[in-house]
């Protein structure tokens, strides 16, 4: 079993900056690839980026390529997601996953366990 727990969501004006933060305990972080996902209001959950955990290698979203990083930190059992450039359409739920493996995933159903989200805003 593995506990998620998003935090760094907030509101911010368009153009600007946050970094999430996805804690996970239970069992062994580095077994697992981890994504990050979102949510926007009367929209389908969409994949925004992941990583995997065996040689950190990352995809992303066409809608957030060279404006969003993912990293991770085996040491903390953390995974971040350094969102810059933020646009409205950046409004969502975001969501942190894992999934068992060393290679990461674009697709929501292979992931195993799921973070309650942390919401961000984007005022234009």
């Known amino acids: 079993q593995v506990q998620l727990v998003e935090s760094g969501g907030g509101l911010v004006q368009a153009g600007g900056s946050l970094r999430l933060s996805c804690a996970a305990s239970?069992?062994?972080?580095?077994?697992?690839?981890m994504g990050w996902f979102r949510q926007a209001p009367g929209k389908e959950r969409e994949f925004v980026a992941a990583?995997?955990?065996?040689?950190?290698?990352?995809r992303y979203a066409g809608s957030v390529k060279g404006r969003f990083t993912i990293s991770r930190d085996n040491t903390k059992n953390t995974v971040y997601l350094q969102m810059n450039s933020l646009k409205p359409e950046d409004t969502a739920v975001y969501y942190c996953?894992?999934?068992?493996?060393?290679?990461?995933?674009?697709?929501?159903?292979?992931?195993?366990?799921w973070g309650q989200g942390t919401p961000v805003t984007v005022s234009s």
């Open positions: 990583i995997s955990w065996s040689n950190g290698s990352t």
């Open positions: 239970g069992r062994t972080f580095m077994s697992y690839a």
């Open positions: 996953a894992a999934r068992r493996g060393s290679y990461y995933s674009s697709r929501e159903y292979e992931y195993d366990y």
